[in-house]
């Protein structure tokens, strides 16, 4: 039988001998990724896959502390089927609050269909590229998540992070190299990405997220 303890991140869980990671379900009995679960003191816990989740890499691959609380409000861009989203909901607890974003009308319709077991997630079909659409939308965040992969994905973080992101909140950044420049070595796009947001933010975490995730790296930064 799987025997579960507190992770250092909070509202994680680890395996007391493994390396699984979970959370705790906010919607028990509901598996909309087919994720596995684990059942402990009549509480359910989803295991969060890195190689499905930068963030789960992330976590995995040794980071202490991605900022993430229980009831903050997040902004999350590139919000998609709504896999690591869901965990994120799962963190922040039916108090916390997640605007979920993405420009795909194909992957936020099953974003919506998750929102139905998720309150604390709200969908919206926006693009990431232009906040001023959505400023009047969205208050001020604890945390600005980003999976994006456009070839200025730092200039969007950087942009919704001035506008969004509270003073002392912080920012976590899925910096995607091929995204940015396929002909540069990986490490050389996460050093330049890495000098942008220096600039204006104190970066506090830096994971490149291989063998889980390839060509990515995590950047976490606070305001």
Same mark, same amino acid.
């Given at each position: /039988?799987?025997? +579960? ?20 379900? +906010?919607?028990? !009995? ?10 402990? =003191?009549?509480?359910? @816990? ?29 902004? @999350? *861009?590139?919000?998609?089927?709504? @896999? ?6 799962? /963190? %922040? !607890?039916?108090? !916390? +609050? #997640?605007? !979920? ?8 319709? $099953? ?9 604390? #997630? ?21 945390? %600005? ?10 200039? #969007?973080? *950087? ?5 969004? *992101?509270?003073?002392?909140? @912080? ?25 942008? *947001?220096? =600039?204006?933010?104190?970066? #506090? $975490?830096?994971?490149? +997220? ?14």
């Amino acid at each position: /039988m799987t025997k +579960l303890s507190p992770h250092k991140i909070f509202e994680v869980y680890q395996e007391v001998k493994g390396d699984r990671i979970y959370t705790k379900s +906010l919607v028990p !009995g509901k598996t909309p990724f087919d994720e596995r679960t684990v059942k402990e =003191a009549d509480e359910e @816990y989803r295991e969060f896959d890195p190689t499905r989740s930068k963030l789960a890499a992330t976590i995995r691959k040794g980071c202490t502390n991605i900022g993430i609380r229980k009831n903050d409000v997040i902004l @999350y *861009l590139g919000a998609s089927h709504g @896999y690591t989203c869901s965990f994120v909901s799962d /963190m %922040v !607890g039916k108090d !916390g +609050l #997640i605007f !979920g974003i993405d420009p795909a009308p194909r992957v936020m319709r $099953d974003l919506v269909f998750l929102t139905e077991d998720r309150p604390n #997630i709200v969908p919206m079909l926006v693009d990431a590229n232009h906040p001023d659409t959505y400023i009047d939308k969205v208050c001020m965040a604890d945390i %600005v998540y980003q999976d994006v992969a456009q070839r200025n994905q730092a200039d #969007i973080f *950087l942009r919704n992070c001035k506008l969004f *992101l509270k003073k002392g909140g @912080y920012g976590l950044l899925a910096v995607k190299a091929r995204s940015i420049d396929v002909k540069k070595k990986p490490s050389v796009v996460f050093q330049e990405v890495r000098r942008m *947001l220096e =600039a204006q933010m104190t970066v #506090i $975490d830096f994971r490149i +997220l291989g063998p889980f995730e390839k060509d990515h790296c995590m950047i976490i930064v606070k305001k």
